[in-house]
């Protein structure tokens, strides 16, 4: 495929902790502990990527191990990640989540913030030329809502198509300060349920 699908958004290493019981104690639990690359733009442009896409992706990431075993991953991909931020200013995001051994998820603790944050208006800006070629630009709701409204507000202004992942209910409330069109929105129930209630 010719066309080019722009990503930007979250870039971070999960950690998952699977306890080997189905205990809730708080407690410490036996159990596996797994790194690997995530983020939900940087996940998209893998598999878009594995799919035979043309995949172009933007966001943060540290100067550090964490970081370069993100890029390898995602190079290794296919995906062309040459308009990441890499900075020795803040860490590479971090996801972690927990389980029981039936893989009921308890609960997760994102630290990515601090590299959101340098995902600006002017970071958008300053790729334009790049974002320019795309066919689509997808979005995360892990950018701030200037960086939000700077994307979709180019997109529009180039008659490209946006896609946006609300990422979390906790996050979805930043599409509702989005000014301009939106072609497609994915949620899961409760990102729904936060933003369009249970009517």
């Known amino acids: 495929m010719k066309g080019i699908v722009s990503i930007i958004g979250g870039i971070n290493i999960d950690i998952k902790g699977i306890a080997d019981s189905e205990s809730i104690e708080s407690d410490s639990h036996p159990g ?13 442009a893998e598999n878009l990527s594995l799919l035979g896409l043309n995949v172009k992706l933007f966001g943060c990431i540290g100067d550090d191990e964490f970081g370069r075993l993100i890029l390898k991953r995602t ?4 995906v062309n990640s040459e308009g990441v931020i890499k900075t020795s200013a803040v860490s590479t995001s971090v996801y972690l989540a927990v389980s029981n051994i039936s893989k009921n998820f308890h609960y997760a603790v994102n630290d990515t913030q601090r590299t959101s944050d340098l995902v600006t208006a ?27 409204n700077e994307a979709v507000s180019f997109a529009n202004e180039n008659g490209i198509p946006v896609f946006v992942d609300v990422v979390s209910a906790e996050k979805s409330a930043r599409v509702k300060e989005i000014d301009g069109h939106v072609d ?5 129930k409760a990102e729904f349920r936060k933003l369009f209630g249970d009517g």
């Open 32 to 44: 596996i502990i797994h790194f690997s690359s995530g983020g939900v733009a940087r996940n998209i």
């Open 75 to 78: 190079d290794s991909a296919g």
């Open 122 to 148: 002017d970071y958008i800006r300053s790729n334009s030329k790049t974002l320019k070629e795309s066919n689509m630009i997808v979005l995360d709701t892990n950018l701030n809502a200037e960086a939000l």
């Open 184 to 188: 497609f929105l994915s949620v899961n």
